[in-house]
């Protein structure tokens, strides 16, 4: 096999990598080179990497840090502790769990609760619904194009960051979450672009 100059003979799977982003969104992904230059794709990975660990992170300390804040568990089992044991036989789960913020339980929140809570949630989903056609786009155009792919996902990766952003009181309007708004379409169209150019180029042979 030759496309252009980088593929040879002697393709094979260089790794296998199975993604899993807050156990919502699991994508194999597999990266393929020759014995002598797999290592061009490392700048990749390591992109890749830094995206996927982001999005962990931001689970984890934005809406997983005022989850433990906002709902009281003692609260819960007094309006729902009753009810909930008696269909399931065990308490009322630690956090709110499974109230994703619009539920039974989040209709105890007073309102500054309520919407920060939403915020941080609204964080989190921004990243969860980018993320799989972002990887792909960028792991195809790393074919051909690592370096390219690689800035594209650090641009994407610093874009999370700012994203952050949305906490602040501005809200939608904050100059962290523009910021990041902006560049987190920047990597996006970057990898989408170039993952149309590699198709057009592994066509052309």
């Not at 309006?79 to 209709?107: L, N, W």
């Amino acid at each position: 096999v030759q496309t252009g100059g980088y593929w040879n003979k002697d393709l094979y799977l260089c790794s296998v990598r199975t993604l899993n982003v807050s156990h919502v969104l699991t994508h194999t992904v597999f990266f393929f080179s020759s014995r002598r230059r797999h290592t061009r794709f490392l700048p990749v990975s390591w992109a890749r990497r830094c995206v996927q660990e982001t999005g962990i992170m931001i689970g984890f300390l934005v809406p997983g840090r005022y989850r433990s804040k906002v709902f009281d568990k003692k609260k819960l089992e007094a309006s729902f502790g009753q009810e909930h044991k008696e269909k399931f036989g065990v308490d009322i789960q630690t956090g709110g769990y499974p109230d994703m913020g619009c539920g039974r339980y989040a209709s105890l929140l007073n309102y500054e609760d309520w919407v920060n809570f939403n915020k941080a949630q609204r964080v989190h989903y921004n990243f969860v619904e980018q993320i799989a056609p972002f990887l792909i786009f960028m792991v195809f155009t790393g074919l051909l194009y690592p370096i390219y792919a690689a800035v594209s996902g650090l641009i994407y990766f610093l874009a999370r960051i700012f994203f952050i952003g949305y906490m602040q009181k501005q809200g939608a309007q904050s100059v962290l979450r523009m910021i990041g708004a902006g560049l987190g379409d920047i990597g996006l169209l970057m990898a989408f672009g170039g993952s149309v150019y590699t198709t057009v180029k592994i066509l052309q042979g």
